[in-house]
Structure formats: structure tokens, C-alpha cells
């Protein structure tokens, strides 16, 4: 069976509930798909002023197992239009695993959330590929096969590169059904992907 990590960042929940999504997606087209997420790098005294969602089922992933999945789905809201310092911090950990190859030839996907609709979605979505890149790892995005991407009825978050959600400059607004049913898309897309390659 095929094996799909769903690795994300969630400060304030927006992330959790799309990577969900990408797993249950992952699901329909048969995978063993498995939600982690990163260490939280701010002191704890900190998360909590800033009202940090600390209560999130989803286990703490370790670097060194990332091997042991066929695709990895990364997963981490913007951040001035780059990836969360601590996503970057638990890749910036991955160099032994590049130095001997472990993810070489694996699927590899990203999925983001911004506070606008030009918040800096697409460039933090390339900036989690790079390093999917760097470790050698085929990149997989949202095709355009999903349709809800090209809504001009609604607000709505997904792109070419990634499933999205648009949160508000509050985290007020929770992912539309559009945006789950993209992440959906895109784990289910990853998934049968990563099935042929690893068959």
C-alpha cells in the first residue's frame, strides 16, 4: 500500500483542517495516508499570548523518518510570503537525509493558507517545492483537473502549485468546501501518483 505523509504547520488550526483534508483525499485513492506535523519552535509562553492552537491531535513528525513514505505533502502558512520558520527549521534538518539520497524519486507536494487572497500563497508554495526539489523529489500540484481552482463566484484559495485557503487577517474565516474539496483533489492526485512510481 502506498505510504503519503501529510506534514504540516498549523498556527491557528487553517492548516490542520486542510491537511486533513489532503489526507482524506490521499484515502480515496487507496493510500495509507498519515498526519504529523512539525515541532512548535516558539516558547511556549509566547504561543499562548498569541493564542497558538496548542491542542492539535495530529504527533509530532521526526526528520528521520520521512524515508520511510513514498510521498510527503508539505504543509505551512505564510509567512511574508515564504515558508513558516518552523517548517524551515525541520527541513533545515534533512541534510543527512539528502546526503545519502532518502528521498529521491518519492512524490512530493505543498499546500499553504494566507491572511488575503494575495498574501503570498504561490511564492510560499515554491518555497516548500525548492526544497522538495533539492532533495530530489518529483512535484506534484493541483491540476487543473480540479475545476473549483478557476471559481470567480467566491472567494477562494488553490493555484497550479498547491491547494490553499484564504484566512483572514483575523483567522476569522475557516477553508470553504471549494478549498477542501482542491486539498482533497490534490492528496488523491499525489496519492495515485505515487502509486505508479512505487509499483
Given at each position: 500500500?502506498?505510504?503519503?505523509?501529510?506534514?504540516?504547520?498549523?498556527?491557528?488550526?487553517?492548516?490542520?483542517?486542510?491537511?486533513?483534508?489532503?489526507?482524506?483525499?490521499?484515502?480515496?485513492?487507496?493510500?495509507?495516508?498519515?498526519?504529523?506535523?512539525?515541532?512548535?519552535?516558539?516558547?511556549?509562553?509566547?504561543?499562548?499570548?498569541?493564542?497558538?492552537?496548542?491542542?492539535?491531535?495530529?504527533?509530532?513528525?521526526?526528520?528521520?523518518?520521512?524515508?520511510?513514505?513514498?510521498?510527503?505533502?508539505?504543509?505551512?502558512?505564510?509567512?511574508?510570503?515564504?515558508?513558516?520558520?518552523?517548517?524551515?527549521?525541520?527541513?533545515?534538518?534533512?541534510?543527512p537525509l539528502w546526503y545519502q539520497g532518502a528521498l529521491r524519486g518519492k512524490i512530493g507536494a505543498a499546500f499553504t493558507s494566507a491572511a488575503t487572497q494575495h498574501g503570498g500563497q504561490e511564492t510560499t508554495l515554491f518555497s516548500m517545492i525548492t526544497n522538495l526539489l533539492h532533495h530530489g523529489m518529483v512535484v506534484c500540484g493541483l491540476p487543473y483537473s480540479f475545476q473549483g481552482q478557476m471559481r470567480i463566484d467566491e472567494v477562494t484559495g488553490g493555484s497550479p502549485y498547491g491547494a490553499s485557503t484564504v484566512s483572514g487577517m483575523k483567522g476569522e474565516r475557516l477553508p470553504s468546501e471549494n478549498e477542501l474539496e482542491g486539498a482533497r483533489h490534490q492528496g488523491e492526485t499525489v496519492a495515485r501518483l505515487a502509486g505508479r512510481l512505487s509499483a
Open positions: 500500500m502506498t505510504k503519503v505523509l501529510v506534514l504540516y504547520y498549523s498556527a491557528y488550526g487553517h492548516m490542520e483542517i486542510l491537511a486533513d483534508a489532503i489526507a482524506e483525499g490521499a484515502r480515496r485513492a487507496g493510500a495509507d495516508a498519515v498526519v504529523k506535523r512539525v515541532p512548535e519552535t516558539a516558547p511556549e509562553d509566547v504561543a499562548k499570548a498569541a493564542h497558538f492552537k496548542l491542542d492539535q491531535k495530529a504527533p509530532v513528525a521526526t526528520v528521520e523518518e520521512l524515508g520511510d513514505y513514498d510521498a510527503i505533502i508539505v504543509g505551512s502558512p505564510t509567512r511574508f510570503g515564504r515558508i513558516a520558520s518552523q517548517m524551515a527549521a525541520f527541513w533545515d534538518r534533512t541534510g
